[in-house]
């Protein structure tokens, strides 16, 4: 079982090039998210998506977009790439957070993706 | 909005030395809360969760976490903390009662744990 799986790892980009971050999951979870991770500041949510073809932002969002073609995969692009969006990125997903059945669920978190924006 | 505080940036302790992290939140409502530990390199692992029922949570690897809603609190401890457990500590809240972003998390900044062998 592989959980959530996100490629690339490690990236460099150029200020002004854009890219694409691939989040996959195996658990048929039917929330998923991005958040950026940056030092003091915790983990903040740039967006999430509760559904295939449905997304949503977060507390971040400007500067990035989402799409979720798939319930597997959560895409997250960077269209100009800037230097304050360097961060390491990690997805994560859950089982969907509206029933009291699952809403003690935690997010299961993929390894991160180092990005840094020369 | 809602917000959560983790009052300790860095901690250093000795090994055998006991552990209390603080969080509290500012939502009044219907939460779950979480504790996530991030090892160097990795990505975060749930500890212990919170969702209803005994305030004293236990979790993995020796950890426990006490719910005190007059608080708002939710601090994880450890009775004798060790070499392996350096790491970043980071507590979460997600609200149930919200609307739109219902469900999502709610992350402290975090506190790193660095243990002295």
């Known amino acids: 079982n592989a959980g959530v799986t996100q490629t690339p790892k490690f990236r460099v980009l150029k200020t002004g090039q854009s890219m694409t971050l691939l989040c996959a999951q195996d658990m048929n979870h039917e929330y998923m998210y991005w958040y950026r991770q940056d030092p003091g500041m915790g983990l903040r949510l740039i967006h999430y998506?509760?559904?295939?073809?449905?997304?949503a932002k977060g507390e971040v969002p400007d500067g990035y977009n989402v799409s979720r073609l798939k319930k597997q995969n959560f895409l997250l692009g960077l269209e100009s790439a800037a230097p304050s969006q360097t961060s390491v990125y990690f997805c994560?997903?859950?089982?969907?957070?509206?029933?009291?059945?699952?809403?003690?669920?935690?997010?299961?978190f993929g390894d991160g993706t180092r990005l840094s924006i020369l | 909005a809602q917000s959560v505080s983790q009052h300790n940036h860095h901690v250093i302790l000795s090994e055998a030395a006991s552990l209390e992290l603080g969080c509290n939140y500012s939502y009044g409502g219907t939460v779950n809360l979480f504790w996530y530990v991030q090892y160097p390199g990795q990505h975060l692992q749930l500890l212990l969760k919170?969702?209803?029922?005994?305030?004293l949570v236990k979790g993995i690897k020796g950890f426990e976490a006490e719910f005190i809603k007059s608080k708002f609190s939710f601090n994880l401890r450890k009775p004798s903390v060790q070499w392996s457990d350096t790491a970043e500590y980071f507590c979460a809240v997600k609200s149930l009662d919200y609307g739109g972003s219902q469900g999502n998390l709610i992350f402290g900044k975090g506190t790193k744990l660095s243990v002295k062998p």
């Open positions: 998506s509760v559904g295939e073809g449905t997304t």
């Open positions: 919170y969702f209803s029922g005994d305030p």
């Open positions: 994560a997903s859950s089982y969907s957070s509206n029933t009291r059945t699952f809403s003690n669920q935690p997010q299961h």
